[in-house]
């Protein structure tokens, strides 16, 4: 048994591209511009400081649109809201596309009434009936304390709350996120987006 768990251990869990699986644990900042509209108000930083990933955005569009962009300006994964869903479902799209055969993932929430507890349900593309969700979001989104949990319930990401006087100062949202090795994290980046996005409409 101890030999299938490893195997388990090591196997990678890619969504976006196998570039964004490291065989260790890795650890991202989230800094986000509170008061601007402009496009990069949502940064991911690594351990040095270097911006690895960053939002572009359309806000003013019916549709709102969002894109995620590597440290250099490549667009990795388009997000759109899908209209008229009762659950306040996001899709999200390869590079710039918003074509349904380039359709990545989408989430959804699992269920209408959330208050003080986040729970959100995603499915993979490949998961065309949808009656049990790949990975699943929870905790509190205030608190910047959700968890992601791959279908096993195995924890693949971590969220946490980083105050500084700085960022109380600058209007700025700071909090850090903790994937797990192997696990993509540009999907958990992403992931991290449209649960801040489902937030900001409420």
Same mark, same amino acid.
């Given at each position: 048994?101890?030999?299938?768990?490893?195997?388990?251990? %090591?196997?990678?869990?890619?969504?976006?591209?196998?570039?964004?699986?490291?065989?260790?644990? /890795?650890?991202?900042?989230?800094? +986000?511009?509170?008061?601007?509209?402009?496009?990069?108000?949502?940064?991911?930083?690594? &351990?040095?400081?270097?911006?690895?990933?960053?939002?572009?955005? +359309?806000?003013?569009?019916?549709?709102?649109?969002?894109?995620?962009?590597?440290?250099?300006?490549?667009?990795? &994964?388009?997000?759109?809201?899908?209209?008229?869903?009762?659950?306040?479902?996001?899709?999200?799209?390869?590079?710039? *596309?918003?074509?349904?055969?380039?359709?990545?993932?989408?989430?959804?929430?699992?269920?209408?009434?959330?208050?003080?507890? %986040?729970?959100?349900?995603?499915?993979?593309?490949?998961?065309?009936?949808?009656? /049990? *969700?790949?990975?699943?979001?929870?905790?509190?989104?205030?608190?910047?304390?959700?968890?992601?949990?791959?279908?096993?319930?195995?924890? &693949?990401? +971590?969220?946490?709350?980083?105050? %500084?006087?700085?960022?109380?100062?600058?209007?700025?949202?700071?909090?850090?996120? %903790?994937?797990?090795?192997? &696990?993509?994290?540009?999907?958990?980046?992403?992931?991290? /987006?449209?649960?801040?996005?489902?937030?900001?409409?409420?």
């Amino acid at each position: 048994m101890a030999g299938t768990s490893e195997a388990m251990a %090591t196997e990678r869990l890619e969504v976006i591209g196998p570039q964004f699986c490291a065989p260790y644990a /890795v650890d991202l900042s989230i800094v +986000k511009q509170v008061m601007t509209l402009k496009d990069g108000s949502f940064q991911v930083l690594d &351990v040095n400081e270097n911006v690895v990933f960053s939002i572009k955005g +359309k806000v003013f569009s019916l549709r709102e649109r969002r894109v995620l962009v590597d440290g250099a300006g490549n667009p990795l &994964v388009t997000f759109q809201q899908k209209l008229l869903t009762a659950h306040n479902r996001w899709q999200a799209f390869r590079g710039e *596309s918003t074509d349904p055969k380039q359709l990545l993932f989408s989430v959804k929430k699992s269920g209408l009434l959330q208050f003080l507890k %986040t729970k959100l349900d995603v499915f993979l593309a490949t998961n065309t009936k949808e009656e /049990v *969700s790949d990975f699943k979001i929870e905790g509190s989104w205030m608190e910047k304390s959700c968890v992601i949990y791959a279908s096993n319930s195995t924890e &693949v990401a +971590k969220m946490h709350k980083k105050r %500084t006087a700085e960022s109380l100062l600058l209007g700025k949202d700071n909090f850090g996120a %903790t994937v797990s090795a192997n &696990v993509d994290f540009a999907f958990i980046v992403a992931l991290i /987006v449209i649960l801040d996005e489902i937030n900001e409409d409420e």
